[in-house]
């Protein structure tokens, strides 16, 4: 992860980063965000399966269901897997590939 982050900081310096382990800590800074009516990220960019696919799933399907005020961010969704039932679970989620 501190690659990923050094990677972003070069190449986009003035891009602000906001970094979550735990993706229920992600959700509750955007709520607390859009709460406060303050600027939500450019785009979320989750790990599908960390620290675990129920976490990463349910960030995802949170954030895209159609009742959701965050449908419209862009999420960029990393994972190792070559699942091909993942990658349908994605799609099936809001995320295409």
Not at 19 to 35: D, G, I, K
Not at 40 to 65: A, F, I, R
Not at 71 to 84: G, K, N, T, W, Y
């Amino acid at each position: 992860m501190d690659a990923l982050k050094g990677s972003f900081k070069n190449s986009l310096p003035t891009l602000p980063l906001v970094h979550f382990s735990e993706p229920s800590r992600a959700l509750t800074y955007l709520q607390q965000c859009a709460r406060d009516q303050q600027r939500l990220p450019q785009m979320v960019l989750n790990n599908l399966y960390l620290p675990n696919l129920d976490d990463g799933l349910h960030l995802l399907t949170s954030l895209k269901e159609p009742a959701s005020f965050f449908r419209h961010l862009p999420i960029v969704l990393m994972s190792a897997s070559i699942q091909v039932q993942d990658r349908q679970e994605v799609n099936r989620r809001g995320v295409g590939t």
